[in-house]
């Protein structure tokens, strides 16, 4: 992998249970070891030419959605029904991860 990255949103980093990732939008770049926030831009860079370029198309139909506790959860569209990994889905078979992602493709965020 080439870096730095270029992401339409500004990247963050993301520790869980050992774990270090640098999340930008939909890019996501997992490192073996851990870094400081003054370090991101080695690896990704927030472009502002590409926000304008990132179109969801009927193709997409799988994304990783980052939850609000920093987990990480598989939210796919198949011919009009919508899922998530995630626990709530489980229970109640609709969720924030999904709603969210429906906004984002409408365009109302």
Same mark, same amino acid.
């Given at each position: 992998?080439?870096?730095? +990255?270029? &992401?339409?949103?500004?990247?963050?980093?993301?520790?869980?249970?050992?774990?270090?990732?640098?999340?930008g *939008?939909d #890019?996501?770049?997992?490192?073996?070891?851990d870094? &400081?926030?003054?370090? +991101?831009?080695?690896f990704?860079?927030?472009?502002? @030419?590409?926000l #304008?370029? =990132?179109i !969801? @198309?009927k193709?997409?139909? @799988?994304?990783?959605? +980052?939850? &609000?506790?920093?987990?990480?959860y598989? +939210?796919?569209?198949e011919?009009?029904?919508? @899922?998530?990994?995630?626990? *709530?889905y489980? !229970?109640r078979?609709?969720c924030?991860?999904?709603?969210?992602?429906?906004?984002?493709?409408? *365009?109302? =965020?």
């Open positions: 992998m080439n870096y730095p +990255v270029k &992401s339409a949103h500004v990247p963050a980093i993301w520790r869980h249970k050992g774990e270090v990732r640098i999340i *939008g #890019k996501m770049i997992v490192l073996d070891h870094i &400081s926030y003054a370090d +991101v831009h080695k990704m860079i927030k472009d502002d @030419t590409l #304008k370029k =990132q !969801f @198309t193709k997409d139909t @799988t994304w990783e959605v +980052v939850g &609000s506790k920093g987990d990480i598989t +939210v796919r569209c011919e009009g029904h919508w @899922t998530c990994e995630c626990v *709530g489980g !229970f078979r609709r924030k991860h999904i709603a969210s992602k429906k906004e984002k493709i409408e *365009g109302k =965020q």
